[in-house]
């Protein structure tokens, strides 16, 4: 079959044209078989290619080398992937990403600095996205509001009470009013991610949305009082798509970068510094104390709180983070926990 678009033969199986991006339309509304359902974790089966072959940086999948887009996702896949020696990727730059399509909708990503989220939104498809990121819209997008469950245990953890959809036809765009990389995850049809909150700027209407406890925390203590700490803040959100292909988007600070753990390979990483990992991947305090020291340090110098993973799935981390606060007071309780003292 051909691409009603650019005219470039397709794989019957495809879900995108390999030459242009374009979204494959059939008559046929039966599911289309390329649709896998897979654990976050799990590479995508390769679609069957006769040439040299290439991996999609968005979706895993393994792809004909010489085409300009991936079949699977839409996605770019001649975008050149630097990793470093000690296994860090960077997530590909928006110049060389390809207009992503969902439904029949685009979505376009625009500027280096404080990058932008277009979208050219088709009547029949719909958005949520936080209510603080829209940039501009079209008079005839409709914008509605989107209750949020739990919406008491929310306003505790200082998370949105409510979220804002949005529905088309006509364009409507994104933008948090910060310097760093807008990462865009496709999701395939049984994938969820988990995402430390406050990260979140849109997603498509097919993928769910929750939250769930983080579960990460210590305990303070100074005399009679103490004091509760959330490196990676009470909740995190999960987000999923349980039956069609979904797009979202991230704000990272800084620049982005993603590593694969294997099973049981651990990684140590500041909290605040965690963007999004699979749900697949584990999650454990880790402490640290320099030699000398004892159990009754008063000063946060003296000691070093980092966020262990544990593989199998992917992490990703943004390179300009926030610090966490620690009072230095004697650390009474806490949730699961390695340690480690030096010397």
């Known amino acids: 079959m051909f691409c009603t678009s650019c005219g470039s033969r397709i794989q019957d199986t495809a879900a995108f044209c390999g030459g242009c991006g374009t979204r494959v339309k059939r008559s046929d509304p039966s599911p289309v078989p390329t649709t896998v359902h897979r654990s976050p974790s799990t590479v995508p089966p390769p679609i069957t290619s006769h040439g040299p072959q290439a991996t999609c940086q968005w979706c895993g999948a393994t792809v004909d080398a010489t085409q300009n887009s991936c079949p699977r996702c839409g996605a770019t896949i001649n975008a050149k992937s630097i990793t470093t020696e000690s296994g860090w990727a960077k997530l590909p730059g928006r110049k060389d990403m390809a207009k992503l399509q969902f439904g029949n909708s685009f979505c376009q990503i625009e500027g280096t600095y404080v990058p932008v989220a277009d979208m050219s939104l088709a009547a029949e498809d719909m958005i949520y996205f936080a209510h603080h990121v829209l940039l501009w819209k ?7 509001t989107m209750s949020l469950k739990g919406a008491w245990k929310r306003l505790l953890s200082g998370m949105p009470l409510v979220m804002t959809q949005a529905q088309g036809p006509g364009h409507i765009a994104f933008s948090r009013d910060a310097p760093g990389e807008m990462i865009a995850l496709p999701l395939q049809p049984g994938q969820a991610v988990d995402v430390r909150e406050h990260l979140f700027l849109v997603a498509t209407a097919n993928v769910t949305y929750d939250w769930f406890q983080a579960n990460i925390w210590y305990s303070t203590r100074s005399g009679s009082e103490t004091e509760t700490h959330y490196p990676l803040g009470m909740f995190m959100d999960r987000f999923f798509a349980p039956r069609s292909p979904g797009l979202l988007l991230l704000h990272s600070a800084g620049n982005a970068f ?8 651990t ?7 965690l963007l999004f ?27 070093y709180l980092w966020l262990r993973l544990y ?33």
């Open 311 to 343: 593989g199998p799935g992917r992490v990703a981390v943004q390179s300009a983070y926030s610090p966490m606060h620690d009072n230095g007071n004697n650390i009474s309780s806490h949730s699961g926990a390695t340690e480690q003292r030096w010397g």
């Open 258 to 265: 993603v590593r694969y753990l294997e099973p049981n390979q």
């Open 267 to 273: 990684i140590l990483v500041k909290p605040t510094a």
């Open 277 to 303: 990992k699979d749900p697949s991947v584990r999650m454990l305090l880790h402490f640290e104390h320099p030699a000398g020291t004892t159990r009754s340090w008063r000063s946060w110098g003296n000691r």
């Open 138 to 144: 079209d008079p005839q997008v409709t914008i509605t």
